[in-house]
């Protein structure tokens, strides 16, 4: 089929990186978002803007926090036809309550878990959850999105399709794909070395385009190998689930087990018994970890089969003093306080998953780190999008005299993921500064409306592509690289001068005289991303000013 080795290896890189590249440049872009997915929510929602603050006191603060949260209309309708009979108006017996913090998280996440009686799988039931100010308990609304944790976040891994896990598949699949475009890149360019710091900008566009994404695929190739293979290994439950499958029973009985090894509790004993102390438990657990040498924030408080007889309490370090992503977890017996359990340290397989998992979700202490994930992020993106281009640029001439619309459709959708992309995330945070606090019963969540925009603006960005991609079927540049382009840096702008408009938090006071950075943090991002933009746009622009006069002079000889 192929004269060489590396001529299928060429091959499969192009063909391979085309068909999922797109599913990528998401992962990518929204990947590196995520890296200050808690910062944008501190943008996103004004109310959030204070400093971080530590597990507050369970008696104080928590319990009361607990006692009111009800189950969410997602968890109601997915019990709905797994119980015998109606669901029942109230929910009693509360199975777990539990809250969580990073160290970059002014506010804190509590969740509760409830028994349903009539469940026909006793392990399922109904949860809540709710987002409150550890200073004082007070709940945030319910209808506010958290834009970086609760939507790039998850969109970078999931593209926030749940039905049937189906986003989770795709992403695998692409990071499945992007492992193979890695090494057959690596073995079709035999000079990796002298590529590696290879850039001519002021060549012609195919050759700087075809630089530039060899530069930035050899500079960043460790990082992305290493993100594609981790996330692979961190979803593997999914993709190779033990449950709902013939091991589903032997999956039990290893649950049971380790119930009994461990020492904690599997079932409830249906003995009602009294709460202990909490905040003598964190205490307590605190002086054990600072016995080890250990900091000792706490990360996640659990309660277990609350007000049971075999009610235990499960506290987790932050853990933000080290790259592996462990709790060194202390339960204690709910009723009278006693230690059950000390986790033991892991296995040498443990070890090297949560090694891995930690240092891909990256929850340590480290900023200078935290910026290189965002480099790396951004020159994949980089990467994939010169890689559109320079498919496009090789074939859109021949395409033309042969009447094929193949590079006009690649074009299309490359603009659609590249600029495209840009303008849904900051359509969905225009929106989230115009939109009202509260809006009429009729309409949909604020949270809600705020992903619709979200996903209009990309699909309209996309219909602008399609519609502007006539030129490159007679292979000329597309004029929709440019307005997009134009698009994003004022859109960018328009997102920075809304923030200071609606809450009065501009530059000059979230940098020296109040200085808060995790908003100056994405101002000064948003305005970056403006300048390069307007740069790009006038780039284009100008080659558009420069074939014009070409054309027109082809045209005469003609």
Not at 389 to 396: A, G, Y
Request: proline residues 6%.
């Amino acid at each position: 089929m192929f004269q060489s080795f590396r001529l299928s290896m060429t091959w499969l890189h192009t063909w391979f990186g085309l068909a999922l590249g797109f599913v990528l440049m998401a992962c990518f872009f929204f990947g590196a978002l995520s890296v200050f997915d808690r910062e944008i929510d501190r943008w996103a929602i004004p109310a959030s803007r204070f400093e971080p603050q530590p597990m507050p006191s369970f008696e104080k603060v928590l319990r009361p926090a607990f006692e009111k949260i009800q189950p969410t209309k997602e968890s109601l309708e997915f019990m709905r036809d797994r119980v015998n009979g109606p669901l029942p108006e109230r929910f009693d017996t509360v199975r777990t309550w539990g809250a969580y913090t990073t160290h970059r998280d002014p506010v804190l996440s509590v969740f509760a878990g409830y028994v349903v009686p009539n469940a026909k799988n006793p392990e399922e039931g109904v949860w809540g959850n709710r987002t409150i100010d550890p200073r004082s308990g007070v709940a945030l609304p319910d209808d506010q999105l958290k834009i970086g944790s609760r939507f790039f976040y998850p969109l970078h891994y999931s593209l926030n399709f749940q039905w049937k896990s189906i986003g989770y598949w795709i992403v695998g699949l692409a990071a499945l794909v992007m492992l193979v475009a890695l090494v057959s890149g690596v073995v079709m360019h035999r000079k990796i070395f002298r590529e590696f710091f290879t850039f001519r900008p002021k060549k012609a566009s195919q050759r700087s385009t075809l630089d530039l994404h060899n530069m930035t695929g050899v500079l960043a190739l460790p990082f992305h190998f290493f993100f594609a293979f981790t996330g692979l290994v961190i979803f593997a439950g999914i993709y190779f689930p033990v449950t709902h499958t013939q091991l589903e029973p032997l999956h039990e009985l290893h649950e049971k087990m380790e119930a009994q090894e461990t020492g904690l509790p599997h079932d409830r004993a249906g003995v009602a018994a009294p709460l202990a102390s909490v905040d003598n438990m964190v205490s307590e657990a605190r002086r054990r970890w600072a016995a080890k040498g250990m900091a000792g924030e706490v990360g996640l408080l659990s309660l277990n089969h609350v007000g049971d007889e075999n009610g235990y309490v499960s506290i987790y370090r932050a853990g933000t003093d080290r790259i592996a992503l462990v709790g060194d977890g202390i339960h204690f017996k709910a009723s009278t306080g006693d230690v059950l359990r000390e986790d033991p340290p892991r296995t040498t397989v443990d070890s090297i998953n949560t090694f891995l998992t930690g240092l891909h979700l990256q929850h340590f202490r480290h900023w200078m780190l935290r910026w290189l994930y965002v480099l790396g992020g951004l020159m994949g993106c980089v990467c994939i999008a010169t890689g559109f281009i320079f498919f496009v640029e090789k074939r859109k001439k021949q395409h033309a005299k042969s009447g094929s619309q193949g590079a006009r459709i690649v074009d299309a959708l490359a603009v659609t993921t590249v600029t495209g992309m840009l303008l849904a995330a900051l359509g969905i945070l225009i929106a989230n500064r115009l939109l009202p606090e509260t809006l009429p019963p009729t309409w949909p969540a604020r949270g809600d409306l705020e992903q619709y925009i979200f996903w209009a603006t990309w699909v309209a960005a996309m219909a602008h592509a399609f519609a502007r991609s006539g030129p490159v079927a007679q292979g000329q540049p597309n004029p929709a690289w440019r307005e997009q382009s134009w698009a994003v840096a004022v859109l960018a702008v328009g997102a920075v001068l809304l923030n200071w408009i609606t809450t009065g938090d501009h530059l000059i006071k979230t940098v020296w005289t109040d200085t808060y950075w995790p908003v100056a943090g994405v101002d000064l991002f948003l305005l970056a991303g403006a300048w390069l933009s307007f740069k790009a746009a006038r780039k284009l622009a100008h080659k558009a000013s420069v074939h014009k006069p070409v054309q027109r002079t082809e045209a005469a000889h003609a």
